[in-house]
């Protein structure tokens, strides 16, 4: 990335870029399309040597298992390039995802998956412009938003049901998508410029690094019945028939390409897991489901499923991990739930960011667990808490409205007692 100008105050370089943009906001975007393999390659070269670049993809997944890519979108200081994958294999890219160049997407954990896919990698450095935001109090913004809070920028806006497989796209589709991407790497500059300044351009950094490490692997067959609506009501030989049928029906689904629901509903999973069928005809009776799912060899697949389900052991039936509701720990997450509401507010942190319910009741297991352990949350969230359920520090109300964390004069209060006792005692 190129070395920033000289620091402004946020509101001066906001002013700026809206009186320098406004005109400049509804300009048809420059960009070229890459339709052969020659030009991608082109365009790989270019990108190899480039310090930043900006990423965006459009795909499709309503009708498959796997998300479809449609079409790669990249902006770096050499131009925008749109790279339609229905033409071109787009698999080479992993050169530029590999190498060490900052990637900047906004809200990337669909696309990571996509270029996972279609590329067999992830960039090797990741700046999340929606996950940055949240650092500075903006709550899972859209793009769109962002860019106009930050940059003083308005988006065109695009049809979001529109159709990106087929061909050939519109000049409005083209257009949309390059737009999605033109102002990515200055928004990068200015949410890092505001973190820096703040001291939390490190903790976006390592939220963004943790993104990349977060797991995309398909779901794990036999725990899929995990997903199911009323799971945690199936007991005894219905959770083994659950698991094997919902193993059955995600294998068939990765294999034939479609969504599990085209294979087989949720609600006939669960009828035929209460009430197994024995042969075809009951299982043609079983409700929601339709007789069609059961060609091509699905009913015998079906059915051999149902069998192993219930023959299956006890011991052998993968169960969802226990939710951390233990009643102990409720009044500490009740409480460490109102300081945390005060602290992002004072902090202009957004509080999904510091922690989510269930990180505070991990944490206060034994031992703790989760995100509020290690990395930055450790001294920000971690310790305050951790000293708060140990009775080193208690919560009291400030003013009327404000809560703070205050050290413990462990002198208990006592309704109705005389001063001198409560002092005393």
Same mark, same amino acid.
């Given at each position: ?35 052969? =393999? /020659? ?6 070269? %270019? &990108?190899?040597? #480039?310090? !930043?670049?900006? @990423? ?120 949309? =998508? /390059? ?6 790497? %200055? &928004?990068?500059? #200015?949410? !890092?410029?505001? @973190? ?135 009044? !500490?997450?009740? @409480? ?90």
């Amino acid at each position: 990335m190129a070395t920033s100008s000289p620091r402004r105050a946020p509101g001066v370089r906001a002013h700026e870029r809206a009186h320098g943009r406004a005109e400049r906001a509804h300009e048809p975007v420059a960009y070229r399309l890459v339709e052969d =393999a /020659a030009s991608f390659a082109e365009l790989v070269e %270019e &990108l190899a040597g #480039a310090d !930043a670049y900006a @990423l965006d993809t459009e795909f499709h997944r309503e009708r498959t298992y796997y998300p479809k890519l449609a079409l790669l979108q990249v902006a770096w200081t050499g131009g925008i390039a749109l790279v339609d994958p229905l033409a071109v294999e787009v698999a080479p890219f992993s050169r530029v995802l590999e190498g060490g160049a900052l990637a900047v997407l906004h809200a990337c954990d669909q696309d990571l998956e996509v270029l996972e896919r279609a590329c067999g990698a992830v960039p090797s450095r990741l700046f999340d412009t929606q996950l940055a935001a949240g650092f500075l109090g903006m709550s899972t913004p859209s793009l769109s938003s962002l860019v106009e809070r930050m940059l003083g920028v308005r988006l065109e806006k695009g049809d979001q049901l529109t159709d990106w497989t087929r061909r050939p796209l519109t000049a409005e589709q083209k257009a949309y =998508a /390059a737009g999605d991407v033109l102002h990515l790497l %200055e &928004l990068h500059d #200015a949410l !890092a410029s505001q @973190l820096e300044d703040l001291g939390r351009l490190a903790w976006a950094q390592e939220e963004c690094a943790i993104a990349l490490r977060r797991s995309r692997a398909p779901v794990v067959p036999e725990e899929a019945w995990w997903r199911l609506k009323h799971a945690r009501q199936l007991h005894g030989r219905s959770r083994s028939v659950a698991q094997q049928v919902a193993a059955w029906r995600e294998r068939r689904a990765q294999l034939l390409d479609q969504p599990t629901r085209f294979v087989l509903s949720d609600l006939a999973v669960v009828s035929i897991a209460q009430r197994p069928p024995a042969d075809r005809g009951e299982l043609e009776r079983v409700r929601n489901l339709d007789a069609r799912q059961l060609g091509a060899g699905g009913a015998a697949e079906l059915l051999a499923a149902i069998a192993e389900g219930i023959s299956l052991p006890p011991s052998a039936v993968r169960l969802p991990p226990v939710q951390r509701n233990d009643g102990s720990v409720r009044p !500490a997450v009740a @409480l460490a739930t109102a300081w945390l509401a005060e602290s992002s507010r004072q902090l202009g942190i957004d509080p999904a960011v510091l922690a989510t319910r269930a990180d505070l009741a991990a944490f206060f297991q034994e031992p703790p667990e989760g995100r509020l352990v290690s990395s930055w949350r450790s001294e920000l969230v971690g310790e305050p808490l951790r000293r708060l359920a140990a009775g080193d520090v208690a919560l009291a109300l400030e003013g009327g409205s404000t809560l703070v964390l205050e050290e413990r004069s462990r002198r208990r209060y006592v309704a109705g007692a005389p001063a001198e006792e409560d002092a005393a005692g």
